[in-house]
């Protein structure tokens, strides 16, 4: 008999509300969640088995059309979790892997083979654990792969499986996943990094820099940052038009960057910003992702709009005149990946007065996340779940972040769907902040659309986390 047979071992499983107090009870509470993707209803009142009874997978396709991969959990007591991973375009050369087919089809990009691996060496191995102990399915996920990077079952197929669990523990418990992950106690509202100009790998490289953000200092809640990100994007859309530079959207929703150098992207945000009616820097002010590795390598860096080459400390020095000029409370990836000394410099330069974020250079990793701090690099860890293959090993980066005095932003990928589990991380994890791409395209509006339905759903309890470092005036 398997011990997925043994009725004793269904009932030691028992999986009933975590906290009698948390959540309404009200059904409609996981049916309004994400962990109610699937066409099954949530099980019925009462002690429910969170053991894994069945898992699936799927090749869906993401927002660039590409294949990705989708699992479903389905557990003991009924319960059914769903979840979508995404795919990154500039990424760190640390990431864990994702596994493509190569060959003909898509550009070698499908993920036939990770989707098979779900369903046979990683569904074997997971049907009876506890989809609500996280930890150990995440490490028998780990153990069975084998390999450092992920490489042999794909950080693709690992992390579907792990984020379907998760969903699929929430809906058993009959709570959003949200509340599942963090309690009742997790009100913090993140507040949202939006991109307006899309650049580097998202837009052809037609701008160096990646993404050009806004963030909402002093808006009081979630939806009040969101409507003046909405005015703030809009009226970028109009000064563009106006301009005859209107050329659609880059991959993340921003607008397609056509400007004569980095800069002018920068006076046209804040042109924007001013033309909404909002004052640059006091309610709306900016963050930027410069993606560096992606256009320099060994301490050169290659500005092909501007037509220049900079080393490591022309680059401070470009940035800290930016800092100066405009109103830019982040900064993420100033500098390459592997320009760690140059990161510790301009964190000397510029930590005081700014977040500065490593994502390309720290990969949602714990342990580099520890090295960073140790050098005094950065100051914010970037933590996208996919960099990492499981939700434990994210969720040790920002435990890593926290301990050693990191702000934490959990990040969506360039290539996205539907799925919002981002959004839950951020407010169960109370990470303090969100960046999910632009304010355009159903894949980045369903993110931003699930975290108002959470402030809603917090009522009073929600707060707007404040976290970023006002600058002196
Ligand atoms: C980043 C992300 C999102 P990608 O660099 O932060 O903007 O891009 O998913 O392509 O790595
Ligand atoms: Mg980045």
């Given at each position: 008999?398997?011990?997925?047979?043994?009725?004793?071992?269904?009932?030691?499983?028992?999986?009933?509300?975590?906290?009698?107090?948390?959540?309404?009870?009200?059904?409609?509470?996981?049916?309004?969640?994400?962990?109610?993707?699937?066409?099954?209803?949530?099980?019925?009142?009462?002690?429910?088995?969170?053991?894994?009874?069945?898992?699936?997978?799927?090749?869906?396709?993401?927002?660039?059309?590409?294949?990705?991969?989708?699992?479903?959990?389905?557990?003991?007591?009924?319960?059914?979790?769903?979840?979508?991973?995404?795919?990154?375009?500039?990424?760190?050369?640390?990431?864990?892997?994702?596994?493509?087919?190569?060959?003909?089809?898509?550009?070698?990009?499908?993920?036939?083979?990770?989707?098979?691996?779900?369903?046979?060496?990683?569904?074997?191995?997971?049907?009876?654990?506890?989809?609500?102990?996280?930890?150990?399915?995440?490490?028998?996920?780990?153990?069975?792969?084998?390999?450092?990077?992920?490489?042999?079952?794909?950080?693709?197929?690992?992390?579907?499986?792990?984020?379907?669990?998760?969903?699929?523990?929430?809906?058993?418990?009959?709570?959003?996943?949200?509340?599942?992950?963090?309690?009742?106690?997790?009100?913090?509202?993140?507040?949202?990094?939006?991109?307006?100009?899309?650049?580097?790998?998202?837009?052809?490289?037609?701008?160096?820099?990646?993404?050009?953000?806004?963030?909402?200092?002093?808006?009081?809640?979630?939806?009040?940052?969101?409507?003046?990100?909405?005015?703030?994007?809009?009226?970028?859309?109009?000064?563009?038009q106006a301009r005859g530079a209107s050329l659609g959207v880059a991959d993340e929703g921003g607008w397609w960057p056509d400007f004569v150098s980095n800069e002018e992207a920068l006076t046209t945000l804040v042109e924007a910003i001013e033309r909404a009616g909002y004052a640059p820097g006091e309610q709306v002010a900016i963050a930027l992702d410069i993606a560096a590795s992606d256009f320099g390598r060994e301490g050169r860096y290659t500005l092909g709009?501007?037509?220049?080459?900079?080393?490591?400390?022309?680059?401070?020095?470009?940035?800290?005149?930016?800092?100066?000029?405009?109103?830019?409370?982040?900064?993420?990836?100033?500098?390459?990946?592997?320009?760690?000394?140059?990161?510790?410099?301009?964190?000397?330069?510029?930590?005081?007065?700014?977040?500065?974020?490593?994502?390309?250079?720290?990969?949602?990793?714990?342990?580099?996340?520890?090295?960073?701090?140790?050098?005094?690099?950065?100051?914010?860890?970037?933590?996208?779940?996919?960099?990492?293959?499981?939700?434990?090993?994210?969720?040790?980066?920002?435990?890593?972040?926290?301990?050693?005095?990191?702000?934490?932003?959990?990040?969506?990928?360039?290539?996205?769907?539907?799925?919002?589990?981002?959004?839950?991380?951020?407010?169960?994890?109370?990470?303090?902040?969100?960046?999910?791409?632009?304010?355009?395209?159903?894949?980045?509006?369903?993110?931003?659309?699930?975290?108002?339905?959470?402030?809603?759903?917090?009522?009073?309890?929600?707060?707007?986390?404040?976290?970023?470092?006002?600058?002196?005036?």
């Amino acid at each position: 008999m398997s011990s997925s047979d043994d009725p004793r071992a269904i009932a030691a499983s028992s999986c009933g509300p975590r906290d009698s107090r948390s959540g309404t009870g009200d059904p409609g509470d996981a049916a309004s969640s994400s962990s109610d993707h699937g066409d099954r209803a949530a099980p019925s009142a009462g002690a429910v088995d969170c053991r894994i009874r069945a898992v699936r997978a799927r090749r869906v396709w993401d927002s660039r059309g590409r294949p990705t991969v989708e699992a479903e959990i389905e557990l003991a007591g009924g319960a059914v979790g769903r979840a979508i991973v995404p795919a990154g375009a500039s990424k760190g050369s640390r990431e864990a892997h994702e596994l493509r087919d190569g060959g003909a089809p898509f550009g070698g990009l499908d993920v036939l083979q990770a989707v098979a691996h779900v369903e046979t060496e990683i569904a074997r191995a997971v049907v009876g654990l506890r989809a609500d102990d996280q930890v150990a399915l995440d490490q028998r996920l780990i153990e069975l792969d084998g390999t450092p990077t992920k490489s042999r079952l794909g950080a693709n197929a690992t992390l579907a499986v792990s984020m379907a669990a998760a969903h699929a523990a929430a809906a058993a418990r009959r709570v959003p996943l949200h509340e599942y992950l963090g309690g009742a106690a997790a009100t913090l509202m993140p507040l949202p990094q939006i991109q307006i100009f899309g650049g580097g790998a998202h837009a052809g490289r037609r701008v160096d820099i990646q993404d050009f953000m806004v963030v909402c200092p002093a808006a009081r809640t979630f939806a009040e940052a969101l409507e003046w990100t909405a005015e703030v994007y809009r009226h970028a859309g109009l000064v563009m038009q106006a301009r005859g530079a209107s050329l659609g959207v880059a991959d993340e929703g921003g607008w397609w960057p056509d400007f004569v150098s980095n800069e002018e992207a920068l006076t046209t945000l804040v042109e924007a910003i001013e033309r909404a009616g909002y004052a640059p820097g006091e309610q709306v002010a900016i963050a930027l992702d410069i993606a560096a590795s992606d256009f320099g390598r060994e301490g050169r860096y290659t500005l092909g709009l501007d037509a220049k080459v900079l080393d490591s400390d022309g680059m401070i020095e470009l940035l800290l005149g930016w800092i100066d000029a405009y109103p830019i409370v982040s900064i993420e990836d100033p500098l390459g990946e592997d320009d760690a000394d140059a990161f510790v410099r301009f964190t000397r330069a510029a930590g005081d007065r700014l977040q500065i974020v490593g994502d390309d250079f720290l990969v949602s990793d714990a342990a580099l996340v520890a090295d960073a701090a140790a050098l005094g690099a950065g100051n914010a860890v970037l933590l996208k779940p996919n960099q990492r293959g499981t939700l434990s090993e994210t969720r040790a980066a920002w435990d890593a972040a926290q301990a050693h005095g990191y702000a934490g932003i959990v990040s969506a990928r360039s290539g996205e769907t539907e799925d919002t589990t981002i959004v839950h991380l951020a407010v169960g994890w109370g990470t303090g902040q969100l960046k999910v791409g632009s304010f355009a395209r159903g894949e980045r509006m369903a993110k931003w659309n699930e975290a108002l339905r959470i402030e809603e759903r917090l009522g009073p309890r929600a707060t707007l986390a404040r976290p970023l470092p006002r600058r002196p005036r």
